[in-house]
């Protein structure tokens, strides 16, 4: 273990565990420990802290929760490759009953996606032009049949920004569509003008395979006011 930075002997506040879990982030970050690497025996870190094993247990299966750390059974505790998934497990699960989270989300994605858009008019390529064409006929003819396309809408924007590989931003559309069906079991969110949303569709992936980087921000900024409009119109008090 000489190898290594040591570990600071804790006071004892009243949250004992959430300091423990603060020196190991601490610990991991310091010694520069990267995925699969393995963290010395609890009690070790017990030891160095100055704390007792049970504290020093309680913080690593709180790490564990967060995606820190894993447990491998009969071997030891090793870090974790970073996903973020568990920060969109906690911020899905965190989300009210209220159209205010939808409202929130979809402006830091507005804002998010109208900046990035320029990105993808670089890298895109045939592959994923194609893709998007396919799924904005798909939701043409569902417009046609007066049909909402979720499902298409949440696909069309994942396909939008694949070939960037950002995963928070992939992370984000996620959690917002989380929010979108969760809203949808209080308040009416139906698209009442499914033809003109697959309008707005079809313009942005016309902008970007023009490669019109001011045409294709335009719409898409357009594309989130209407969904703003959805929201705002069709609010309604949620029915048991």
């Known amino acids: 273990m000489s190898a290594f930075k040591d570990l600071k002997p804790l006071s004892r506040p009243p949250s004992l565990h959430v300091t423990v879990q603060e020196s190991l982030r601490s610990y991991i970050e310091v010694n520069k420990l990267k995925a699969g690497d393995a963290?010395?025996?609890?009690?070790?870190l017990a030891q160095q802290l100055g704390v007792g094993r049970n504290s020093v247990r309680e913080a690593i299966k709180a790490l564990e929760s967060l995606g820190i750390l894993e447990t491998r059974r009969g071997i030891g505790v090793f870090v974790k490759e970073f996903s973020f998934q568990p920060l969109l497990d906690n911020l899905a699960y965190g989300l009210g009953d209220t159209l205010r989270d939808v409202e929130e989300l979809r402006e830091l994605?507005?804002?998010l996606e109208v900046g990035l858009i320029d990105k993808t008019i670089e890298m895109i390529g045939e592959e994923d032009l194609?893709?998007?064409?396919?799924?904005?006929?798909?939701m043409r003819q569902r417009a046609e049949r007066n049909e909402s396309f979720a499902e298409?809408?949440?696909?069309f924007h994942r396909l939008l920004f694949r070939c960037q590989n950002n995963r928070m931003l992939t992370a984000l559309i996620e959690v917002f569509w989380r929010a979108f069906y969760k809203a949808s079991n209080f308040a009416n969110?139906?698209?009442?003008?499914?033809l003109s949303t697959w309008r707005d569709?079809?313009?942005i992936v016309e902008a970007i395979?023009?490669?019109?980087?001011?045409?294709?921000?335009?719409?898409?900024?357009e594309h989130y006011e209407g969904i703003l409009q959805v929201i705002a119109n069709n609010k309604q008090p949620y029915k048991s």
């Open 209 to 221: 395979a023009a490669r019109d980087v001011e045409r294709a921000r335009k719409r898409l900024d």
């Open 189 to 194: 969110l139906d698209n009442s003008d499914p």
């Open 109 to 111: 994605r507005r804002v």
């Open 152 to 155: 298409e809408d949440e696909l």
């Open 39 to 44: 963290l010395p025996p609890e009690s070790f």
């Open 130 to 138: 194609a893709a998007l064409r396919d799924v904005t006929e798909r």
């Open 201 to 203: 569709h079809h313009e």
